[in-house]
């Protein structure tokens, strides 16, 4: 597509709910990146994949939130059991290699 | 650990004006360095990136940034705001696969 694309857009989840995020990066990128904004604040990273493999995981606040990429292109993140806490804008970017990242418009979390 | 300190949280410009958002940076090694721009409900869009080179880099929208290595900083700059450049903006420090961001800088642009 003409650029990464998250759905849904909004996300509203009970306390405890699980939730799924998806993340369509640029076609032929290899890199992805998910980072969590919270209200207020700059991005902060949770994950990072080249192709399938998930390179670093050190962002992932804690073992609710779980990632794959398992054919290499589309993303889900996934978080179990959520908390208000987990109340952010998720955003999900896409690179070629080592150049820059294109990001999409997010995913904003709301839990009640 | 590397960081991003952006000292402004808010700054109001005339429109005309010129702008200098400032973003000072920790990192250990060569700093892959970003000004990303946010309007409201959308993603991140990328204004200009520094790996190497020329210190002075230029990017879209008429923004032009310089990377200063003895002051560890990273300012971003525009001779003319137009109305259509408020937003927030934020600067980054690589390396590209895991950038720490700063807190941003809201850019109000008054008539």
């Known amino acids: 597509g003409a650029g990464v694309s998250q759905s849904p857009r909004y996300k509203v989840a009970k306390r405890g709910q699980d939730v799924a995020l998806r993340c369509d990066p640029i076609s032929g990128h290899v890199s992805l990146f998910w980072y969590q904004q919270a209200l207020g604040q700059g991005p902060e990273f949770l994950t990072y994949?080249?192709?399938?493999?998930?390179?670093?995981k050190s962002g992932l606040p804690s073992d609710r939130f779980f990632a794959e990429r398992p054919e290499g292109s589309v993303s889900t993140l996934k978080i179990q059991r959520t908390q208000q806490e987990d109340s952010a804008v998720y955003l999900c970017a896409s690179s070629l290699r080592e150049t820059e990242a294109f990001f999409g418009q997010g995913t904003r979390l709301t839990v009640v | 650990a590397q960081s991003v300190t952006q000292p402004d949280i808010h700054i109001t410009v005339s429109e005309g004006a010129s702008l200098e958002l400032r973003c000072n940076y920790s990192y250990g090694a060569t700093p892959y360095l970003f000004w990303y721009v946010q309007s409201p409900g959308q993603g991140l869009q990328l204004l200009l990136k520094?790996?190497?080179?020329?210190?002075l880099v230029q990017g879209i929208k008429g923004f032009e940034a310089e990377f200063k290595r003895s002051q560890s900083s990273f300012n971003l700059r525009k001779p003319s705001v137009h109305w259509s450049d408020a937003a927030e903006y934020f600067c980054?420090?690589?390396?590209?696969?895991?950038?720490?961001f700063g807190k941003g800088t809201m850019l109000l642009v008054s008539p």
């Open positions: 994949f080249q192709n399938e493999a998930q390179l670093d």
């Open positions: 980054a420090v690589g390396p590209y696969s895991t950038l720490t």
């Open positions: 520094y790996f190497s080179g020329d210190t």
